[in-house]
């Protein structure tokens, strides 16, 4: 990918059960982001996260983010089949106006 | 608003021909992006513009793509003469001008296909 990579590159969970998607980056950034994408479709913003936060909440969802270790963590708690898709974090630059740049992406599959 | 609209959705053509896909952006957005995605490279960022000039084209792969925005709400991504490997889907994104701290909407896609 154009920033880094994300593991694992496949996960398969039981409905209930909690899934953690990582991702590492190269460069310094302004924030993070993580998008899904279901098979087929474009990509949906699911939450940022800025360089100067550690952790954020949205519903199901727990991001944390280390920028000395140049990481962040998705945690989608208690998973439903309809979580089945591809995870992918995304980064803005500290060095550009936006520079949206992907990572390789989890391919998550939630069995009922 | 509708989203970002991109068209045709599919689109299938032989080596050679000349293939244009077009993005309508958000409105009020005046920064728009164009990506690629293969399984080989996943996604990759083309191209971007702001304000409907193009800042960053260093992903454009060759010199056989072309993108253009002659205003803010239209842009077309050309790809001539087209080859297989350019078989991909194409997502055009646009988000907000001057925001920095905000999410990309992203279209549908075009897949396209060359045979």
């Known amino acids: 990918s154009q920033q880094g990579e994300e593991d694992p590159q496949a996960l398969s969970i039981q409905e209930g059960e909690n899934a953690t998607m990582n991702c590492s980056y190269k460069t310094s950034i302004n924030n993070l982001q993580w998008y899904r994408q279901n098979s087929g479709r474009g990509l949906v913003h699911l939450i940022l996260?800025?360089?100067?936060?550690r952790e954020k909440h949205s519903g199901r969802l727990r991001v944390t983010l280390d920028t000395s270790k140049k990481s962040s963590s998705l945690l989608i708690t208690a998973s439903r089949a309809a979580d089945t898709a591809s995870y992918f974090c995304?980064?803005?630059?500290?060095?550009?106006?936006?520079?949206?740049?992907f990572g390789s992406g989890t391919r998550l599959l939630v069995r009922p | 608003d509708a989203g970002v609209i991109q068209s045709p959705r599919h689109e299938v053509t032989e080596m050679g021909q000349e293939v244009t896909l077009r993005c309508k952006p958000i409105s009020g957005h005046n920064s728009l992006f164009w990506y690629r995605q293969t399984m080989m490279r996943g996604l990759e960022l083309l191209i971007y513009f702001n304000n409907n000039v193009p800042i960053d084209d260093s992903g454009m792969p060759e010199d056989r793509f072309s993108a253009k925005m002659p205003n803010a709400s239209f842009s077309t991504l050309k790809i001539q003469p087209s080859e297989p490997r350019d078989s991909a889907v194409y997502f055009c994104?646009?988000?907000?001008?001057?925001?920095?701290?905000?999410?990309?909407?992203f279209g549908q896609g075009t897949r396209l296909t060359v045979v």
């Open positions: 994104a646009s988000i907000p001008t001057g925001q920095r701290n905000t999410e990309a909407f």
């Open positions: 995304a980064t803005v630059r500290m060095d550009s106006s936006y520079k949206l740049i």
């Open positions: 996260i800025r360089s100067n936060e």
